[in-house]
């Protein structure tokens, strides 16, 4: 008889003991060429984390130039004064960093990470590429180039497609905001390294922009490295350009982007509300996610598990644009694609769980779940050096306190039911909602304007 082998099982991993968790606060100084400075020392984090935030918004584009942000962004890492494109990307291969840079509608960012071991270099060669970007003719006309070539394939996408007309209908015409944040076929055209190179000598200094670096410091000189490499960075002085009002028409109605042919309908319903200076920010983050922020929320449950319409449905705020007066905005939205046969069926399930909410309002468990999902995993959000870097630059950008991030989650804990659901509730007024399909017309407008949830208009595709 074969006896049977045994095996033997190491020990099953226990939880280690619980340790209070807040999010860093930064140290804040500033270098002699008037950049402000964040630092945030991170044990154990190799990986560092630097952003740059300048002040050169979206809205200062020249009339008729937009994009021209977008190609300065990306023409930071497209060669310096001492290095050509193809040597500069070398150089930053070298230190295994990567270097990337965007723009939007508060400015300029760029973005860095590299090995600890390596800051010193890579923080060189972030700092000629603000200090003495190439701009060369060749480079901004392969940006432009590429640009182009991206605009189709961005109104091809659905989603993409949904975005720019939510926009178009919030914003007015006159407001930067109405419009691409990359810029269209028409503006992108018109970009040369000249119109670069305008816009950076206007907006890039110094003096109105702030660096964020976040990593395991140790045996670091931050401030002799920073005073070398970003200190040498020079350039006019300037006040930080004021933040224009945000004014929004968000009557309810419905426009329907024409895809004939299309066997989904991609929907986005929106409205413009207050930024995170508002006091209710806390509750309404609460009650969003409540509303449709995990696979658990209310318009999964219906749309997804009840009904089959959807492989999910999201709603979220995004900040716009940020101002301590109050006059920033943030975009409220709820976004998803159902089936062309049921588009109908699923807008009218879903104005039924925003008026249901409304009535009803949120139960103790649906608070709950929301908290411990926002505020419990918090700490593994925030593991690397990056994400943490990546918010603190977001309340710069936001003019928010160094503190706020951490009080959030404080306001967030002690957010009662009764409160996320006012905030939700005013968050999405059914009567104020602007609704934006992108589908076959031919088969979904009759029965969308039979749910009376506005006005339907239809538009081309392009």
Not at 27 to 56: K, Y
Not at 92 to 118: F, K, M, N, Q, W
Not at 238 to 257: C, E
Not at 426 to 455: H, M, Q, S, W
Request: proline share 6%; aromatic share 4%.
């Amino acid at each position: 008889m074969t006896e049977l082998a045994t095996m033997d099982f190491h020990p099953q991993p226990q939880a280690g003991e619980a340790r209070p968790w807040a999010f860093p606060a930064p140290e804040r100084t500033a270098l002699g060429n008037g950049l402000t400075v964040l630092r945030s020392h991170r044990p154990g984090q190799q990986i560092v984390a630097v952003e740059v935030l300048l002040d050169a918004p979206l809205e200062a584009e020249p009339a008729g130039l937009d994009g021209v942000a977008t190609i300065t962004a990306r023409a930071f890492s497209e060669g310096t004064d001492k290095h050509s494109a193809e040597e500069f990307a070398a150089e930053l291969e070298r230190c295994g960093a990567t270097l990337d840079a965007y723009a939007d509608h508060p400015g300029i960012r760029l973005s860095l990470e590299v090995p600890a071991s390596r800051l010193a270099k890579a923080l060189g060669l972030l700092a000629d590429a603000l200090r003495a970007p190439a701009f060369a003719d060749s480079e901004i006309e392969r940006l432009v180039r590429n640009r182009l070539d991206e605009i189709p394939h961005e109104l091809a996408n659905p989603s993409r497609r949904a975005a720019k007309e939510l926009f178009k209908e919030l914003f007015p015409a006159t407001s930067r905001m109405s419009r691409p944040r990359q810029g269209t076929e028409e503006t992108v055209a018109g970009i040369d390294s000249a119109a670069v190179r305008a816009f950076y000598e206007k907006h890039v200094r110094p003096t109105t922009a702030t660096a964020v670096v976040v990593g395991d410091l140790t045996g670091t000189d931050l401030d002799e490295l920073l005073g070398d490499t970003l200190g040498a960075w020079t350039g006019s002085t300037a006040q930080p350009r004021p933040v224009p009002p945000v004014t929004a028409d968000d009557a309810g109605r419905v426009v329907i982007v024409d895809r004939p042919g299309a066997v989904q309908t991609q929907l986005l319903i929106g409205r413009v509300g207050a930024d995170r200076h508002d006091r209710v920010w806390a509750a309404q983050v609460l009650g969003t996610y409540c509303l449709g922020g995990t696979l658990t929320s209310r318009l999964d449950r219906v749309l997804r598990e009840e009904k089959g319409y959807t492989y999910g449905v999201r709603s979220f705020g995004q900040v716009l644009r940020s101002a301590p007066d109050g006059t920033g905005a943030s975009l409220l939205a709820i976004s998803g694609s159902v089936d062309t046969p049921n588009t109908g069926p699923a807008l009218q399930d879903l104005w039924t769980v925003l008026r249901t909410l409304a009535a009803e309002g949120l139960t103790d468990a649906e608070r709950d779940v929301a908290v411990q999902n926002l505020v419990g995993v918090a700490p593994l959000k925030y593991e690397t050096a990056a994400a943490v870097a990546g918010t603190l630059a977001d309340q710069v950008e936001q003019h928010l306190p160094d503190d706020y991030q951490a009080e959030l989650y404080r306001r967030l804990a002690a957010t009662g039911t009764v409160e996320a659901t006012a905030a939700v509730v005013n968050a999405f007024p059914v009567a104020r909602l602007v609704t934006v399909l992108v589908g076959d017309a031919a088969k979904i407008k009759e029965p969308v304007e039979a749910l009376g949830i506005g006005e339907v208009t239809v538009v081309a595709a392009e």
